[in-house]
């Protein structure tokens, strides 16, 4: 993302977004803003603060799907919360704190990620070779002539280089007297037998049998703490504690061999990474580039008619006014500043103005993009541009049952003018009534899918109209199912 000019971003934005240009360009300039901030002089890089921004539009018009889009873009630590699902302190509810908390586990998690891929390679020839301790158990070792015992005791003929299931044979006085006369030949076919292991593990051939292999679990009793509101962090604490208090306890567990490989490479990457120094560069990057998206603002925006519906309201705008501001939080991995931290808000704004939020949180959210509603081409290009489209989801669904679907263009506009009727008539929810639509016109050739195999469905104007006609003759039923 750091390497991504705002025409880029924009660029990137619009492969799964349709229109909207002016919000994808505010978003893509805000982000870059991040990029050239990096590069000052620190002294005036701590004075430069993020230019938070409000997004206002419809429901259904890309604010949240911006958002989506943005978070896998980015590099940056990024969580999309919802205003509604916060009180403020004294209600029953999560404190507004609680949204810089999970960015920071997000952030450990990012970086761990990192960091455990900068490891990897080492990580796992350290577990090839557990790997090979639990295929080849320890004892006394054998002669080239016999199998070896392995794999939770199936036995293997290594001697041409094919794991053959050979009956087991046991061992007599000879056999024992030989082996522990003979360590210096017989030392050499147990590498001899190791290698040959090695090789077919590496050559796939012992992925799909079992092995029986210790893992840890966490240890001591699972604890739940009924926290005060405003202390939900408690909870979490409390269970570190006893997690270090009571010693991880091992069982034993029979899995596949790649379940196995995969496990003891997790184990090892984490005996490799350094998870102090995880932590400090987590802290690091969520304070300089952390990006918060508030949905939903609007919901909690307190107009004159509606003072009185929610007493809450103004008291979760003032509690959201200090993080937005710049605070310290504190976290299990320590204090947290949001001074950086950008924040981008969004909502639909129907029944209220962003001038109804109090006027210390406006001014902490200088800039406004205003999405517009989305009519019949854009509908139209919602269905063919985007490289998710719907169009293509269908068709890839129902392929999986040997059913291919072809629309035509007259079928697509005759979706999309209908889409642009429906939202006119009823609720307009933008592009979510596409999804209601397909799904009424495919329904039954979705139940019929799997007897209907090979196939071929053309679904033209006339297909369209033959499936929708109940529901356009019926308003009523129209508003019940679309």
């Known amino acids: ?63 949240t799907e911006i958002a989506r889009r943005l978070a896998k873009l980015s590099a940056s630590p990024f969580i999309k919360v919802e205003a509604t699902k916060f009180t403020e302190v004294g209600y029953v509810g999560r ?35 557990r790997l090979l301790d ?27 280089g094919q794991a053959i299931p050979q009956p087991p044979s046991q061992p007599n006085a000879s056999d024992t007297s030989h082996a522990t006369h003979t360590t210096g030949p017989a030392s050499d076919s147990r590498s001899s037998t190791r290698e040959k292991l090695r090789t077919l593990w590496r050559g796939g051939n ?25 202390l939900e ?61 508030i949905d939903e603002i609007d919901k909690i925006a307190s107009g004159t008619t509606q003072k009185s519906s929610d007493v809450s309201r103004e008291g979760v705008q003032r509690d959201l006014l200090p993080i937005v501001e710049g605070s310290v939080v504190n976290t299990k991995y320590g204090m947290v500043r949001t001074d950086h931290v950008l924040f981008i808000a969004a909502g639909a704004f129907h029944f209220s103005k962003p001038s109804d939020l109090i006027p210390e949180l406006q001014g902490r959210f200088p800039l406004r993009a205003e999405l517009s509603a989305l009519g019949h081409d854009d509908f139209l290009r919602i269905l063919t541009e985007p490289r998710n489209a719907l169009t293509r989801q269908y068709t890839a669904l129902l392929e999986t049952e040997g059913v291919h679907i072809d629309f035509t263009d007259d079928a697509l506009r005759e979706i999309a003018a209908f889409a642009e009727e429906t939202n006119a008539q009823t609720e307009n929810i933008g592009a979510r009534r596409l999804y209601t639509i397909l799904e009424k016109i495919l329904a039954d050739l979705s139940f019929e899918a799997p007897d209907r195999s090979g196939d071929r469905v053309t679904v033209d104007s006339d297909y369209v109209r033959a499936h929708l006609a109940d529901v356009r003759a019926n308003k009523d039923l129209s508003r019940y199912i679309l």
């Open 1 to 63: 993302m750091s390497n991504l000019t705002p025409r880029e971003i924009v660029s990137e934005l619009d492969k799964y977004i349709v229109g909207q240009n002016a919000a994808k360009r505010m978003v893509a300039v805000a982000m870059r803003n991040r990029w050239r901030r990096q590069q000052l002089d620190p002294a005036l890089r701590d004075e430069i603060a993020p230019k938070n921004i409000i997004m206002m539009g419809p429901t259904g018009v890309g604010k």
């Open 95 to 129: 404190d507004v704190e609680s949204m810089v908390r999970d960015l920071m586990e997000i952030g450990i998690a990012l970086v761990r990620a990192e960091e455990n891929e900068k490891v990897r390679v080492k990580a796992e020839a350290r577990a090839e070779e």
């Open 134 to 160: 639990l295929l080849l158990p320890g004892g006394a070792p054998q002669p080239a002539s016999h199998p070896a015992q392995g794999l939770g005791g199936l036995t293997f003929d290594l001697s041409g």
């Open 206 to 230: 012992l992925d799909d049998r079992e092995v029986d292999m210790e893992v840890e679990e966490s240890g001591g009793p699972q604890v739940g703490v009924l926290s005060m509101p405003g």
């Open 233 to 293: 962090d408690v909870g979490s604490q409390v269970r570190d504690m006893f997690s270090k208090v009571f010693p991880s306890r091992h069982k034993r567990r029979r899995m596949k061999v790649r379940d196995a490989f995969n496990q003891l490479v997790q184990e090892e990457a984490d005996r490799l990474i350094d998870h102090d120094r995880v932590a400090d560069l987590a802290r690091e990057r969520v304070e300089q580039t952390g990006i918060i998206f």
